[in-house]
């Protein structure tokens, strides 16, 4: 045997999928327009709860009912308080035999209003915020923001806000300084650059015109125009949950436009992917359970995050109606944590090991473990687990690669895994690799994302 044929048996590379499947490109792109239209429409956990919602009913799902009569290919959804979803179709095999899981997060980081937000200070009117997640804080000033959210009014009255999103809106943004003023600012850490208590965005500055001299005139005319849209006032601002994120659409990237950058991609891209797949799974063999979750992005606690008993009292549902016990349930089940994964960035390649990172373009990305230093909040898959998920893949000839989120001690982070596998689930996660992550405008490929859809659906079928 010559050493290149060799070579060609024992070692292994993994392909760039515009090379090893060009027709992939076309499709990847023409799924990728539903995908930029569902993070126009979601950018909250309650927005793509309410489109997920739209999704399903329009593909025949009705509300889940725990003492309903469920046959194969019957199609069920279930919301928790308007930030969590849960899709499933009932398969071929007893729910004593295991569900297949997919949760995704549709939660991103992004600014949250203080509970007391609005001042005047100098002549301008603004909002104190308090961060949601892990943001490098620069990047978040001298960009246009949305302002989405819900307030329930005195009178029980529940208004939703949406200013900044479309084209005729004013957006609103948070300031820096100019460079030429910049030099003791410069002379901070790039995590101080711009500090949390700086994160205050610029609402008005106009004031209210009175014969009679009122105090902080500006302020007051920024919440009568806010009262004049929404009907609401200061002290129901206090009791809103109000969030700010990016106001810029889902755009195509490159002069191929292979990538599409947008806000909020970590998770909705494994969201979008893995409700497309729910939804265009038909007669799967196991029982599907697709999780739309809330809070990944603050460790998953509250009662709409995974470490909540929601998904596991879900699954206890289901076991219920074939009197199945739910031990049995859980133990049988198996789940992919479908979660991004930092994509190697030829600008900043010192924090990757180039061996065991995901490339843009190689397909979804299978990762074994997360965690920081050595492996601390991890869920390490075993390789069983490894062996049965990459083999779903394979036989249906999905492009899927390895990787670890960047070098060992240079950061790390964790996913819902955890949280799964301590309800006695076997888990992996599998997703997209992403470029700028948790930035106002993060990078992924088309051809990955079309590539995570299609894993998604391979796990539902086999
Ligand atoms: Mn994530
Ligand atoms: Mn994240």
Not at 185 to 198: A, F, P, S, T, V
Not at 218 to 223: E, N, P, Q, R
Request: net charge negative; aromatic share 10%.
């Amino acid at each position: 045997m010559t050493g290149k044929e060799l070579q060609k048996e024992l070692t292994w590379k993994f392909p760039h999928i515009a090379k090893a499947a060009p027709k992939q490109m076309e499709e990847a792109a023409a799924f990728c327009e539903g995908y930029k239209a569902f993070l126009d429409n979601g950018k909250t956990e309650r927005e793509c709860v309410k489109i997920a919602t739209e999704m399903l009913e329009k593909a025949g799902y009705t509300r889940f009912c725990a003492s309903g009569q469920y046959r194969q290919g019957d199609k069920v959804y279930y919301v928790n308080r308007e930030k969590s979803l849960i899709a499933t179709t009932f398969g071929e095999r007893p729910i004593r035999e295991g569900v297949r899981i997919n949760g995704a997060h549709i939660d991103s980081p992004r600014l949250d209003l203080k509970p007391n937000p609005m001042y005047e200070k100098d002549e301008i009117a603004l909002f104190k915020t308090h961060y949601y997640g892990g943001v490098r804080k620069y990047q978040w000033a001298t960009i246009p923001l949305a302002m989405h959210g819900v307030v329930v009014k005195k009178n029980g009255e529940v208004v939703e806000l949406n200013l900044g999103e479309d084209p005729k809106d004013p957006v609103f943004c948070i300031t820096d300084l100019l460079p030429h003023l910049s030099a003791e600012q410069n002379e901070r850490k790039l995590k101080d650059g711009i500090k949390g208590e700086e994160l205050n965005i610029v609402i008005g500055s106009i004031p209210y015109e009175d014969d009679e001299e009122i105090k902080e005139p500006i302020k007051l005319m920024a919440l009568k125009l806010l009262n004049d849209r929404y009907g609401i006032t200061e002290r129901e601002l206090l009791q809103a949950e109000i969030e700010f994120v990016p106001a810029q659409k889902a755009r195509d990237v490159g002069l191929d436009r292979s990538m599409v950058g947008a806000y909020g991609q970590d998770d909705r891209v494994c969201a979008y992917t893995a409700l497309m797949a729910e939804i265009d799974t038909k007669q799967p063999v196991y029982t599907t359970v697709t999780i739309l979750t809330d809070k990944e992005e603050i460790g998953s606690q509250g009662n709409t995050g995974l470490d909540s008993n929601y998904v596991g009292d879900y699954i206890r549902y289901l076991a219920e109606l074939e009197g199945a016990d739910p031990k049995e349930v859980f133990y049988n089940s198996i789940c992919l944590s479908s979660d991004v994964n930092a994509a190697f960035d030829p600008t900043f390649s010192q924090a990757y090991d180039p061996r065991n990172s995901c490339y843009i373009n190689k397909g979804c990305v299978l990762t074994k473990y997360t965690g920081a230093r050595g492996k601390s909040g991890a869920s390490d898959a075993s390789a069983e687990l490894m062996a049965k998920v990459i083999a779903m893949m394979d036989q249906e000839g999905v492009y899927w690669q390895i990787g670890e989120l960047g070098a060992v001690d240079v950061g790390g982070g964790g996913t819902i895994a955890k949280f799964v596998a301590s309800m006695n689930i076997d888990v992996v996660d599998l997703g997209v690799p992403i470029l700028s992550m948790h930035s106002p405008f993060e990078l992924a490929s088309k051809l990955d994302v079309l590539s995570a859809y299609l894993a998604f659906k391979a796990f539902y079928k086999n």
